[in-house]
Structures are given as C-alpha cells and as structure tokens.
C-alpha cells in the first residue's frame, strides 16, 4: 500500500509540475495559408550548344501555342528513346520542330558536356529543338503577378524525375504529364492530339 501512496504522489507532483516546466509557445491568431507553385510560370535558360551565350525565354517559346517539355538526363536510356521517336515525329512532319523543348533535369550531377556528347548535334540522340541548361537555383517567374517566385524550377515543375513528359499551354500553365519510361505509341499520339 505504502508503493501505491509513493506512486500516486508522484504521479499528481509529476502532473502539477508539467505547466511550469514547458517552453513557453507563442500563439498566432493569423490564419496561415499554404503557398502553392505559381500556376502560370516562366523562366530563362542558357540554351545547349549556343555559341552566343544567349538565354531562351519560356513565356515566348510557347506565346503561340502549346509545347511539349521533355525532361532528360545524359545517362537516361528512356531519354534517349523519348528524344529519338518525337525526332523522328518532327522528321515526319506529324509535329513541329517549334513545338517541342527539352530540359535537363540534373544540373548539379552532370555537366553540359555530357548532354552535348548525347543530344547535340553529331551525337547519338541529337534534338533539332533547343535543350535548355537551368540550374537547380533557377527561380520561376509568376506570369500572373510578374514577380519572381521563390520556388525552384524543380519545384514548380513538381520535382520532375527523368524522362517526364509535359505540356505548356500557350499561358505558360502545365495542362498535361506522363512518367512513362520508355517511349510507348498512345503517349505519343496522345501527345500530338495535345499539341494541335
């Protein structure tokens, strides 16, 4: 009984003491409300293999229509097979050369070099559409306030992995993606439905 006694007094000294001991929390009576990506966005690149150094303005690149943005790596084998089949689509004449942008997705792991030997022009995957060179830094500008965002071109892109396929609308809005690995014949007629 006196080990019943001893626990209890513990217990209620215990309970008494736990409102003096705590830190101290400030109470915000603001609402908070979660900040999202912006919905209709841009920004500007260097361009793979330009001599001049210029840099490519998204918002422009897509001011007349719709585009499709593919997200590749040097090393990815799907990469490769997305580039090669929509070369081979614009080849044909089923889809423009205007209406397609590749970006490189790992800026920080793989040097523009090696994008070169893979994608450019005497390489083994070579586009005839620019393939942009942004840094994992590379902020997005909000087109519907005109204001830097603070959210990375990753981020905003919704953290792309390699390859991802999407398309811009001509407002600089994301309408449609796919994270199909290897190039598949209803992802690409789906994806020149989208492009009319």
């Avoid at 000294?13 to 966005?41: D, F, H, K, W």
């Avoid at 209406?99 to 586009?127: C, D, M, Q, W």
């Avoid at 909000?142 to 965002?149: I, V």
Wanted: with cysteine.
């Amino acid at each position: 009984m006196k080990n019943k006694t001893i626990i209890l007094v513990l217990i209620l000294s215990i309970n008494s003491l736990a409102g003096c001991t705590a830190v101290e929390q400030s109470v915000n009576n603001e609402e908070i409300v979660e900040s999202s990506a912006p919905e209709r966005m841009s920004f500007t690149s260097p361009i793979m293999g330009d001599e001049n150094n210029s840099n490519l303005d998204l918002k422009e690149y897509v001011s007349n229509s719709s585009v499709l943005l593919i997200w590749v790596a040097a090393n990815c084998k799907g990469c490769h097979d997305w580039t090669d089949v929509f070369a081979e689509e614009v080849e044909n004449g089923n889809i423009s050369n205007d209406s397609i942008l590749s970006i490189h997705r790992y800026a920080a792991f793989e040097s523009p070099s090696s994008l070169e030997n893979v994608y450019g022009k005497n390489a083994t995957n070579p586009v005839s559409w620019p393939l942009l060179l942004p840094s994992e830094n590379t902020k997005i500008i909000d087109l519907d306030t005109g204001l830097e965002s603070s959210y990375s071109i990753y981020d905003a892109f919704g953290n792309p992995s390699t390859p991802t396929l999407q398309i811009m609308d001509s407002t600089g809005k994301l309408t449609w993606s796919s994270k199909t690995y290897w190039a598949t014949e209803e992802v690409v007629e789906e994806v020149k439905v989208l492009l009319l």
